[in-house]
């Protein structure tokens, strides 16, 4: 099931990204007094009492300002309106209740959503008498909080998570894979995800998209349990300019964060484009098996080398994420559905691989017989042995004499030595160095 998602919305300065960088528990997003300076999307992940949920920081939503921020604030309240589970409208304790206020409550008030009025900038253990004006908002009971302070956070916390289903929050304890269906939109995520449970679940249509939120389904094949996330179609960002879209790429972030693996899916038709590598960067960078799924290859010309061509060039524009297999089917036609859950398995199952102590440092012993480390400023590197810690994703520690004669080229020789003697298909893998003092 699909994490809830809560947003923080207010006029400028009351508080918002000092509450969610609370909440989240880093300094992901920028404060400062003056009005406005939140400019990038910002959202994360908040667990609480092994409970989730994904906070969205609404001042980071404010495009092209212009300074009206009464037209910038109503546009953030009809986001949060069409595309949140819940809603925390932030209002200022000090400054006592403003005309601005009034507009972003009657909003929500004719929302009929779920709203949570936090009062904030309290620091007092004794409530001010002034807080109770925010009753004349017309929403609902009060939540008094200093953001900056702590204070009321874990109440504030609390009450969110009693205002979702069990089931919602905490995680699948059903042994389903987890998949992220990712792509621009109308490349053939939603026809993909029909044609396996044969029903309508997601609409198709030729208009890009069309979905808008993360849809999840539960598939089964050969006795194998898969749950698929098809999400909104990821459009550049210059584009990302409706108030429901501004959510759809948010959304589509989460998949990729809940997920096991990713299917990347692109129309043979249109190639790839920055937008899509940034989306496989994300997965890459969140440590995600990847899977590059290139759609409606029916509709292609073919030649003798046609396939292998058009590899090359999805590896060129790809060259950071080389271990993701790519993979060509036509959800109209059926065609090569079977392999692709064939590679969905050999993925999975990379995945979870872990290589036994004495094999890897038997490789990494040949691997440096075979190419030494040079020395760095008259300093040689020693390397004394290496070990595999974790699996999904899988994590190697590299012990050294010291971790600052390393150089990225060598670490990353010893990763592609990894990938030629091991299956690690599909599957990205870390590397860290630390130093190690050994006793002469």
């Known amino acids: 099931m699909a994490r809830p998602i ?15 960088n609370k909440l989240v528990g880093k300094r992901l997003s920028i404060t400062e007094d003056t009005p406005g ?30 300074g009206d921020f009464n037209k910038e604030i109503e546009m953030q309240a009809d986001i949060a309106i069409d ?21 972003i409550a009657e909003k929500l008030r004719k929302s009929g959503r779920e709203v949570l009025v936090v009062v904030n900038k ?57 998949i992220a269906v990712i792509g621009k939109p109308n490349v053939g995520k939603s026809s993909f995800i029909n044609m ?12 890009a998209g069309t979905t808008r939120d993360s849809i999840d389904s539960d598939y089964e094949k050969d006795g194998k349990k898969y749950t698929f996330i098809d999400t909104a179609g990821l459009r550049r960002q210059r ?38 590598t940034k989306i496989i960067g994300y997965a890459h960078n969140n440590n995600k098996a990847s899977i590059i799924v290139i759609n409606k290859w029916d509709a292609i010309e073919k030649e003798t080398n046609t396939m292998k061509q058009y590899e090359d060039l999805i590896r060129n524009k790809l060259g950071f994420t080389p271990y993701a297999p790519v993979t060509f089917i036509s959800v109209l036609k059926k065609q090569r559905i079977d392999k692709l859950f064939d590679l969905i398995e050999e993925v999975d199952q990379n995945y979870s691989f872990r290589v036994a102590t004495g094999t890897l440092n038997t490789m990494l012993r ?35 004499n010291d971790e600052e004669l390393m150089h990225f080229s060598y670490l990353r020789y010893i990763e592609n030595k990894i990938r030629e003697n091991f299956n690690f298909r599909g599957v990205p893998i870390t590397l860290e160095v630390r130093s190690r003092k050994f006793e002469q």
């Open 37 to 66: 300076v939140t400019r990038d999307r910002l959202y994360s992940e908040v667990e609480w009492q092994n409970n989730k949920f994904v906070l969205v920081d609404t001042g980071g939503l404010e495009l092209d300002y212009t």
């Open 83 to 103: 595309s949140s589970d819940l809603i925390m409208f932030l209002v200022d304790g000090r400054d006592g209740m403003t005309s601005l206020d009034m507009l």
């Open 366 to 400: 040949d691997a440096i017989l075979l190419n030494p480390p040079k020395a760095k400023k008259g300093k040689q590197l020693k390397i004394y042995y290496i070990s595999q810690v974790t699996t999904r994703p899988p994590k190697f520690l590299v012990y050294v």
């Open 6 to 20: 809560v947003s923080i919305i207010g006029r400028p300065n009351v508080g918002k990204s000092t509450l969610f």
């Open 196 to 207: 396996l449970l044969g029903e309508e679940r997601a609409i198709v249509s030729d208009i």
């Open 122 to 178: 309290i620091e007092t253990k004794e409530t001010p008498l002034s807080v109770y004006e925010f009753y004349n908002l017309g929403i609902g009971e009060l939540y008094v909080i200093s953001a900056e302070q702590g204070y009321g956070i874990g109440d504030l916390l609390d009450v969110i998570i009693e205002k979702f289903p069990d089931d919602s929050l905490k995680e699948d304890e059903e042994d389903r894979l987890k």
């Open 239 to 276: 584009s990302v300019n409706t108030r429901v879209e501004k959510f759809s790429v948010i959304r589509t972030y989460n998949a990729v964060d809940r997920s096991d693996i990713v299917l990347f899916f692109i129309d043979a038709k249109e190639g790839i484009t920055e937008q899509d």
